[in-house]
Structure formats: structure tokens, C-alpha cells
């Protein structure tokens, strides 16, 4: 914390201080006429003397300190930077189960809310997960409003909206965790509800050859199977077999994309190339550093996606992460509007902005308060010295 001047000028008004020093300097005694019965006593040649003097000097010492006062309050004073000492902050983004967050991991017990206006606490009722609510805005407001030692840590669907299209950049590292969006069970009566299940993704993963890539592309696979639902099925295809009309993805290990796979994607198929970054391709996600890190082109109906490098632990060393799955799943799923919906996996807030702290605390209060006190002494002790001397 720090004491800054907004406005430096004011302190000429310091100046002022030498009104009330001149007054009390040249205040004049004014002269008594006391009756001499015989003046003769009295020497032709005596006359008064004149000297340097204070009078009433802490009613002098009132009046500047007043002024001064006076000038610090036009230089308007403000205490820069938050206090508090460190502390977990957790906020968890409409959409997710409370529930469901709290029984994450690593993260701590205590301040949970929600990433909503005025941020309610988590024990609340859940607000309203839609696009109308500017999460990425609470976001950045939440980051310049917790004090700088504050630890933040996001949780949020998997896909997030209430987004404006700009990147997510805050003042200091968040904890970044995104599950699945709150699922609300079927009626225990209704005659399917044990049966009905959406029918899983087909994913067909092509080769030529054993891959370093493909064994990281089958973890996340089964990372996103977890529980006894089948999100996702994960078949081995040889490149140059037909394209089966139930496959929606396809993992092109085997090179440059074929004229066959061109042609599928066009009609509305998405494939992840190895390391291939399709010409005039968009950033789809960045890494910590504001770093391009998933691309994406579009082309007919679908779309191809690449990273910006072969996935491997010496090339891509983000497939030795828990993460890698959450960015692959998420960007598998059909393409949203950027401006307010996207994958949360490819959001992940970036540092580097620069604290408001605007959050500098003003001091006119405390020094107003200051004047009035220092006023109000001044008044009744002048009072008392002149009915002392009447």
C-alpha cells in the first residue's frame, strides 16, 4: 500500500500559509491612555520600543495547520493498491451443479460464489446460465476488486457462455477448472428413463502406422468416457477406408490430408490433423502465455483443427496434462459463436493486466473530518482569547 497525490497542483495552495503568519506578526497593540497626575516623571526622550513577536501563537499554529489541511484536500490524496492478506477465492460460473463443484480437488473450503453480479455467495440459488450474463466482464471486475495476494480459482462448463471475443486477461494466474455442465436426472416414473441415452460420437482414428500421437488421443478419448455413459466411440480405421456415415470426427495421423478426407470435411466432417496447421487457419485456443496453441480452418460444412504442434511430449508437452483432454473435447464440439459462447477449455485467462486498484482509496473523508475538527477549535478558542482580553 501507498500514498499518492491525484492532484499534485493543489499543494500550491500551501502558500496561504503565510497570510495568517503576516497577521499575527503585525498586529498592532492599540494604544491605552492611562491619566498622569505630573508628567514631569515621564523622560521627553523615552519612546516605545517596537519587537519581533508572536502573539496567541497556538491560535497561529491552529490557522496553518488548517490551511494546510485545506491544500492536502484540493491535492486530493488516495491510498493506491488493495490490502488483505492472502486468501482462496472460488467462483464458480452458472451452468455448473454447486454441488458437483464443491466436490473438486484442490480447491479450498472457504469463499465460494458465484461468477454473477455482486457475486452471491454458492449457498444461494444458482442464477440462470445465459448468454446475456457477461461472465468474462465479472471476471475481469472479480480480478481487479480481490486484493493482489487474493489466489483465484474459476470453475466453469465445458462450454462457457457471456463472452465479448476478447481474450480473458486478468492480473494474476487463475486456477482454471472446467467440468461438465450440470445435468438435471430424468423423473424416476417416466417408463425410459433407464434406457434413454444419447447415442455416442463416432470417432474414427487413422493411421498408417503406430503413432506416439494416437495413444494420447485414446487417454483423452477414455478420459472423456468417465462414468458409465459412452460419450464417445473410438474406432481404428486404415486411411483409405470409406468414411462410415455415422463418423463425425476423424484423427488423421497418416500425413497430409487426402483428397477423400478434404472431400468428407467439406460436407461437414471435423478432422484434427498431427501437427499440420491448415493455411490461413484461426487461433481456436492459447496456452498461459497468450501463445497460439489450437487452429482452425474452416472449409465447406466443417471444419480441420490442428495444434500448433505434433502431439508428443517432446513437441506439445501440454498431452502430459490433465488439460489436454478438457482443450480436445471441447474443441471437438460443433463450432459456437466466439462473440458468446465457446469452449471453456480453449478460454483459459491469460496474465499481464495491468491492476486498476482504481481503485485507489480516496482520503477526502478522514481529512474533511480533519478540517471541521481543526475549524471548530480555531473558532472557540479565538472566542476565548478575545473575551479573555474584553
Do not use: C
Request: glycine fraction near 4%.
Amino acid at each position: 500500500m501507498s500514498l499518492s497525490l491525484l492532484l499534485p497542483l493543489g499543494l500550491t495552495a500551501l502558500l496561504a500559509l503565510a497570510i495568517p503568519l503576516l497577521l499575527h506578526l503585525n498586529r498592532r497593540q492599540e494604544p491605552t491612555r492611562t491619566p498622569f497626575a505630573a508628567l514631569r516623571w515621564i523622560r521627553a526622550a523615552a519612546r516605545p520600543r517596537r519587537r519581533l513577536r508572536l502573539d496567541q501563537w497556538p491560535l497561529l499554529v491552529l490557522r496553518m495547520a488548517l490551511l494546510a489541511a485545506l491544500a492536502l484536500l484540493l491535492a486530493a490524496p488516495a491510498r493506491q493498491g488493495a490490502t488483505g492478506a492472502a486468501a482462496d477465492w472460488v467462483v464458480v460460473a452458472p451452468g455448473v451443479d454447486a454441488a458437483q463443484a464443491r466436490a473438486l480437488t484442490g480447491l479450498p473450503a472457504a469463499d465460494w460464489h458465484w461468477l454473477a453480479p455482486n457475486f452471491p455467495s454458492l449457498s444461494e440459488a444458482a442464477p440462470a446460465a445465459d448468454t446475456q450474463l457477461p461472465l468474462a466482464s465479472l471476471l475481469r471486475e472479480l480480478d481487479s476488486e480481490l486484493p493482489a495476494a487474493t489466489r483465484l480459482h474459476v470453475v466453469v462448463p465445458a462450454v462457457l457462455q457471456g463472452l465479448d471475443g476478447s481474450v480473458i486477461r486478468l492480473s494474476r494466474a487463475a486456477d482454471w477448472r472446467v467440468v461438465d455442465a450440470a445435468v438435471v436426472p430424468p423423473p424416476a416414473d417416466a417408463a425410459s428413463a433407464s434406457t434413454a441415452t444419447a447415442a455416442p460420437v463416432h470417432i474414427s482414428l487413422r493411421e498408417r502406422e503406430t503413432t506416439v500421437a494416437a495413444t494420447y488421443l485414446r487417454a483423452a478419448i477414455a478420459a472423456g468416457n468417465h462414468g458409465e455413459v459412452e460419450r464417445y466411440r473410438l474406432s481404428t480405421d486404415q486411411p483409405d477406408a470409406p468414411f462410415a456415415a455415422d463418423t463425425r470426427i476423424v484423427f488423421w495421423l497418416a500425413g497430409g490430408a487426402t483428397p477423400a478426407l478434404q472431400e468428407w470435411v467439406t460436407n461437414g466432417g471435423t478432422a484434427l490433423l498431427d501437427g499440420k496447421v491448415p493455411d490461413e487457419a484461426a487461433v481456436l485456443a492459447r496456452d498461459a502465455d497468450g501463445a497460439p496453441l489450437l487452429y482452425a480452418q474452416s472449409q465447406g460444412r466443417g471444419r480441420l483443427l490442428s495444434f500448433r504442434a505434433a502431439i508428443a511430449p517432446q513437441s506439445l508437452p501440454l498431452v502430459l496434462d490433465a488439460k489436454f483432454a478438457d482443450l480436445l473435447l471441447s474443441a471437438l464440439q460443433p463450432p459456437a459463436d466466439p462473440m458468446t459462447r465457446a469452449p471453456a477449455a480453449a478460454l483459459q485467462p491469460v496474465t499481464g493486466a495491468v491492476r486498476a486498484d482504481a481503485a485507489a482509496t480516496s482520503l477526502a473523508s478522514p481529512l474533511i473530518l480533519l478540517i471541521a475538527i481543526l475549524a471548530l477549535i480555531e473558532r472557540a478558542l479565538s472566542l476565548y482569547l478575545a473575551r479573555r482580553r474584553a
